[in-house]
């Protein structure tokens, strides 16, 4: 019962002012109701007779008629129904979804942080003041957000305000200014924007790295090494940070003897073995199947920055040579990480005016609650209450 | 005592025959010729002097009806039945507004300024003393008519003495003998300012029913014991029907 009433919650709850209507219909009842005074040439009889009676009887008592208790009563709950009761949408403690953009975009620096920083802060403020005390799951994405985003649970923080308000959900966009910088590199050149034009800066490309963890089929391997010369990416040397890509081999000491497989993509094939599947996410997060065998089991899953193979050994591809070269290669373009400072020219453009807005109210359950059978029904009580104060006072006047 | 009465040597008139008469003043040829009973007037009778006490204090105007209406009424009809008797009859007025008065019937023809006076009565303040004995010297019958709430017997028996009958009028009103149960009321006395706010539940209103019963009845007891003809009235009865019942013999 308990626990039922804290679930409530009143649309209106300035109108529950209008119970001191219903206490009002009994105060002044209780004053009007005084009793008749009559003359009597006998008091001193009903003076013994009350003497007889115990004292909490000597008294008359003055009883608020039933019809006035029925008013008070229909007054009572149409000031309830006039409120707007509803069952609590909130219940349990609200979980939002922070969808953080995640695009270089929203690295770029805006005054003295960055843009993403800056969005964080309009929302870390919103949620203080407005949702305090709710959950916040904080999901790492990059823009664009779709319609599947957009749900009355959800912000969106991200460093440019969406072109069309999203329905339901909110954001927080944290705006900022053009910011000039390296857009592209290729090779060992780099081209720089400086706001106005696109400058090619010879020898500028930063240096990107590879590094491979357990041992690779020769065949793969062998494009790795040829993709990682083509696109001017070395290996890690101890000196350096972490490598822009690492490629997990297959630990070649596992007990269960090897499985073997077939597995084929983009015109090539080849047959090999391995000890157990790659593996659906790591401790940097979920990762995408790229290549299963033909019975299923998953031999190469990527990640930003990682790709995982569990091929432990591959005999050479059959079909075109090319193919199977080209197709890996894409896998690592996809999988190693942007130069460090580079920024597409789209990314760098202006991102506007710094724009919030929270998340509508779920229309779903604004409309359960508007159609919330509790106010139809106290507001029905309140008729009903009412009809009968008319009814008990019909026979004889109240007052 | 009525036995006594209406009876004489010297023969003056006729009055209606009253229920303890004694039979041998009835008159059994004009009870043929007229088909009522009537009882010969002496003139003992017609030579005596009545007194009527009508109490006119607050609490007589207690109603409705009003009981001093019914009371004055009855003191008339009294003076009425004393003047055909050819007795001088006084009321005497106890209590009411302006103080103790008296109007003083010899003739019949004086009735009509004893109604006048009657009429002008209101009720208010304490009933006050009963008569002296110095006046009721001569006085042969007395009549003590009202709520008879500010009385004891003892006090008014004795107003009856040698040669001097005494018949007691109570009357009360409705509300008084049988309030009606359910509600709340605050009683109020007129005559002392006191007040009772009750709730009139049924055994509250049997239980007063019973007290006010048993104090009529000790009156009645008293009354009958000393040979008072005493009689109870309710407010809501004629007047006519009071003294049918009350009629001095």
């Known amino acids: ?399 | 005592m009525p036995s006594q009465l209406g009876v004489g040597s010297e023969f003056v008139g006729h009055r209606p025959y009253a229920p303890g008469d004694d039979l041998r003043a009835l008159d059994w040829d004009l009870l043929a010729r007229s088909s009522r009973p009537w009882v010969r007037v002496a003139r003992r009778e017609a030579g005596e002097r009545w007194l009527v006490r009508l109490d006119a204090s607050a609490s007589m105007g207690v109603g409705p009806p009003g009981k001093l209406q019914r009371a004055a009424e009855v003191a008339a009809g009294i003076a009425v039945w004393g003047s055909r008797s050819g007795a001088a009859v006084c009321v005497s007025v106890a209590g009411g507004e302006g103080g103790p008065r008296e109007f003083r019937v010899r003739r019949r023809s004086e009735i009509a300024g004893l109604l006048a006076f009657l009429g002008r009565l209101r009720a208010g303040g304490g009933s006050g003393a009963l008569p002296p004995a110095r006046a009721l010297a001569h006085v042969s019958r007395v009549f003590v008519v009202g709520d008879l709430r500010d009385l004891r017997p003892e006090l008014v028996l004795p107003l009856r003495g040698r040669g001097r009958s005494l018949s007691l009028i109570q009357i009360l009103a409705p509300l008084e003998v049988a309030p009606a149960p359910g509600g709340s009321v605050e009683w109020w006395d007129p005559e002392r300012g006191g007040r009772v706010s009750l709730a009139l539940d049924p055994a509250l209103v049997a239980a007063y029913e019973r007290e006010l019963e048993r104090e009529v009845e000790a009156w009645r007891e008293i009354a009958a014991r000393h040979g008072v003809p005493f009689g109870c009235f309710l407010s809501d009865r004629t007047f006519e029907e009071i003294l049918e019942r009350s009629r001095p013999a």
């Open chain 1, 1 to 399: 019962m308990t626990a039922g009433l804290l679930a409530l919650e009143l649309a209106r709850p300035a109108a529950l002012l209008a119970l001191a209507f219903p206490v009002a219909v009994l105060f002044a009842s209780r004053l009007l109701d005084r009793p008749p005074t009559t003359a009597t040439g006998t008091l001193d009889v009903w003076e013994r007779v009350r003497a007889a009676l115990p004292p909490t009887a000597q008294r008359a008592r003055r009883r608020i008629p039933p019809a006035v208790w029925a008013l008070a009563l229909g007054l009572a709950l149409g000031a309830v129904a006039l409120a707007g009761p509803r069952a609590n949408a909130a219940g349990p403690p609200r979980v939002i979804r922070a969808l953080v953009d995640v695009r270089p975009s929203t690295g770029l620096p805006l005054r003295d942080a960055t843009r993403l920083e800056a969005a964080k802060s309009m929302a870390a403020k919103w949620l203080d003041e407005d949702s305090h005390g709710a959950l916040v799951e904080r999901i790492e994405r990059a823009a664009p957000f779709g319609p599947d985003d957009d749900r009355s649970d959800t912000i969106w923080i991200t460093d440019r305000a969406p072109a069309s308000r999203p329905k339901h959900a909110g954001f927080f966009a944290s705006g900022g200014p053009a910011v000039p910088g390296p857009i592209a590199a290729e090779g060992t050149a780099r081209w720089d924007w400086d706001g106005e034009r696109i400058v090619e800066v010879p020898g500028g490309a930063p240096r990107r790295t590879f590094e491979v963890r357990g041992t690779l089929p020769a065949p793969i391997a062998r494009v790795l090494e040829a993709w990682a010369g083509a696109r001017g990416v070395t290996a890690r040397s101890p000196a350096d940070e972490a490598a822009d890509l690492v490629v997990h081999g297959a630990g070649m000491n596992a007990s269960s003897p090897p499985h073997a497989v077939e597995a084929g993509r983009e015109g090539w094939k080849a047959k090999g073995s391995l000890l157990r599947p790659a593996p659906s996410s790591d401790e940097a997060g979920a990762l995408e199947r790229w290549l299963a065998s033909d019975d299923g089991l998953a031999l190469v899953s990527s990640g930003a920055g990682r790709v995982h193979c569990a091929w432990t050994a591959m005999e050479d591809p059959t079909g075109d040579p090319a193919a199977f070269a080209v197709s890996w290669a894409s896998l690592f373009d996809g999988a190693i990480r942007p130069p460090r400072g580079i920024v597409e020219l789209g990314e760098r453009a202006a991102a506007g005016e710094a724009a919030w807005a929270p998340p509508r109210t779920d229309e779903r359950n604004e409309a359960a609650a508007s159609a919330s059978p509790l106010e139809a029904w106290t507001a029905l009580g309140a008729l009903l209450c009412v009809a009968g104060a008319w009814a008990l006072a019909r026979p004889a006047r109240i007052g």
